[in-house]
């Protein structure tokens, strides 16, 4: 098993910066990508931003090109969202999520995704 917890939540001023942190512990060397969903009130969970450990690649949904930033270090078994130039749509609960895969792409999909933190929350104030 591998167990997710996400930090670095919080309120906002658009225009602000936010830096979101997810550690994995328990069976990390089973961890070949991650990936940041965020959940809106009402709204279906969606994709944000991944990493693929394996081919050192990264994604990110259009919503966030240019704003958002991920980033990670394998050996510490951890993963960043650097979130910059933050606008109210982006207000939402932010999920870390990992999994194992013999895949080089970045999966945006929620069920292919086999581990998931709690979820932290972000406020962007108009």
């Known amino acids: 098993q591998v167990q997710l917890v996400e930090s670095g939540g919080g309120l906002v001023q658009a225009g602000g910066s936010l830096k979101l942190s997810c550690a994995a512990s328990g069976r990390t060397f089973s961890i070949d990508a991650m990936g940041w969903f965020r959940q809106a009130p009402g709204k279906e969970r969606e994709f944000v931003a991944g990493?693929?450990?394996?081919?050192?690649?990264?994604r990110y949904a259009d919503s966030v090109k240019g704003r958002f930033s991920v980033y990670g270090d394998r050996a510490k078994s951890a993963m960043y969202l650097q979130m910059n130039n933050l606008k109210p749509e982006d207000t939402a609960v932010y999920f870390c999520?990992?999994?194992?895969?013999?895949?080089?792409?970045?999966?945006?999909?929620?069920?292919?995704?086999?581990?998931w933190g709690q979820g932290t929350q972000v406020t962007v104030s108009s």
């Open positions: 990493i693929n450990w394996r081919a050192g690649s990264t």
């Open positions: 999520a990992a999994r194992g895969t013999t895949s080089v792409v970045v999966s945006t999909t929620r069920s292919d995704y086999d581990y």
